[in-house]
């Protein structure tokens, strides 16, 4: 008993456990209306099983948080979530609520490219046309021929801003679109992959004002937030909802040496800052369409939910079908990605599942969504009538977590098994015919 308390105690020290030393044990909240898995071809057994990973990946201390929303065949059949959304560092625990916003991070970007592929819908941007056709800026560097497909597939080039950009920058949005659209891009033609963690985003929301007048939240509103009925769901948050945010904790190995230089590239600053950072009245007042929306894990299960039916929420046609086709369409094969080190396979705005094995677990070439950091993912799968966010608040890169996230991420999609015919849904998408008289 000793031996296995010493041990336990050694591990917090060594990963930075968070809640390291609190007395007060985390309790579940359920949703009383959580629906009857009746219909769904996944057993109350299956539920279970899955949520107890999620208590797992809780247990390993580096989330002090984790909320889970599952739907399955429409019927949202998990919704849960564990821990605490706060006061660790004051030692007075908050514990977590179903409906407590969580920022998404880099999962923000699907949204933002929602929006962008929206204005292509509704005619007032081609995704073929180049980027510097609506923002002439854009084509210094070598740019001018990057096309925002590129752009949304992380082709365009500019993956980060000069070591030397101070954070403040992202606090400014004109400034550090000025900053990107001076950078020398790493390939005129948009043949490398490189993940562009923030710069994309920038990009986005001014694609968005040139077209619309209006800022990324007052389209976000009027396209998605408004439609679907969310009560967050935006970039940053309004000031009387600062104080319900979930806080986000630093945990894990401390990121040094060689790890810890790349990740300070792609994110612009050292992980721990980028976390400190992501806690200040600066960021949550923020609008940056690359990492900081915030919701609750329905909200974000719902939003791909509605992905996943073709655009269609509950009777209303938030996007087309032909929309949602040309956003979750696998861009080009599997690429190794420069800023990433891994080869990675994408759509015009979202990370996609594998054939064999992808981020969202072994057998998921239809799936769509995206990664946040370090560990939230937001994805839907038509093939298995899925849509799933897990949020979290701790940010490891390397932790005693991992086993726990691959278990729970890999379950969902293996207990979740396959019941759509691909070629039968694919048979569903309207088609184009010329009618003569």
Request: a neutral charge; glycine letters at 8%; hydrophobic letters at 40%.
């Amino acid at each position: 008993m000793l031996f296995a308390k010493t041990c336990k105690s050694v591990s917090q020290k060594i990963f930075r456990d968070p809640a390291r030393g609190l007395d007060i044990a985390a309790s579940a909240t359920i949703d009383p209306k959580e629906a009857s898995v009746a219909g769904t071809d996944v057993s109350a057994e299956d539920v279970e099983a899955i949520w107890q990973d999620a208590e797992a990946l809780h247990r390993s201390g580096m989330h002090p948080m984790v909320s889970v929303s599952l739907r399955r065949k429409g019927k949202q059949i998990l919704h849960r979530s564990i821990g605490f959304s706060g006061g660790l560092d004051e030692g007075q625990p908050v514990s977590a609520a179903l409906d407590t916003p969580v920022c998404l991070f880099s999962a923000s970007k699907v949204i933002s490219a929602v929006l962008v592929h929206k204005l292509a819908e509704d005619g007032l941007l081609d995704l073929l046309n180049p980027v510097s056709h609506y923002i002439p800026a854009f084509a210094q560097g070598g740019k001018a021929r990057i096309t925002i497909y590129q752009l949304l597939a992380h082709r365009a080039g500019v993956p980060g801003l000069a070591a030397d950009t101070p954070t403040e920058v992202l606090f400014d949005s004109e400034e550090a679109l000025r900053r990107i659209c001076a950078e020398q891009a790493l390939c005129e033609d948009g043949r490398v992959v490189a993940y562009h963690a923030i710069t994309g985003g920038f990009v986005l929301a001014e694609l968005i004002r040139v077209c619309t007048g209006k800022d990324v939240n007052s389209y976000l509103d009027e396209v998605i937030r408004k439609p679907m009925g969310m009560r967050y769901f935006r970039y940053g948050l309004d000031p009387k909802d600062h104080a319900v945010a979930a806080q986000n904790y630093v945990s894990g190995l401390p990121n040094v040496g060689p790890v810890g230089n790349h990740l300070e590239k792609v994110l612009g600053a050292d992980v721990d800052s980028v976390v400190r950072l992501s806690n200040t009245e600066a960021f949550l007042n923020a609008q940056i369409p690359s990492g900081n929306l915030y919701a609750t894990a329905e909200e974000a299960s719902r939003f791909f939910e509605m992905l996943r039916q073709q655009g269609e929420w509950q009777g209303k046609q938030i996007l087309s079908p032909l929309t949602v086709n040309r956003l979750t369409r696998e861009a080009a094969r599997p690429q190794f990605d420069r800023s990433l080190i891994i080869p990675m396979r994408y759509s015009a705005g979202c990370m996609l599942g594998g054939r064999y094995v992808g981020v969202y677990g072994r057998h998921t070439p239809f799936a769509f969504g995206h990664l946040g950091f370090s560990n939230i993912l937001c994805w839907a799968d038509p093939q298995r009538d899925l849509s799933v966010a897990v949020l979290n608040t701790g940010k490891p890169v390397v932790g005693n977590h991992i086993v726990s996230l691959l278990k729970l991420v890999d379950g969902i999609s293996q207990r979740c098994g396959s019941c759509e015919n691909m070629q039968a849904l694919n048979s569903k998408m309207p088609r184009f015919s010329l009618k003569t008289r």
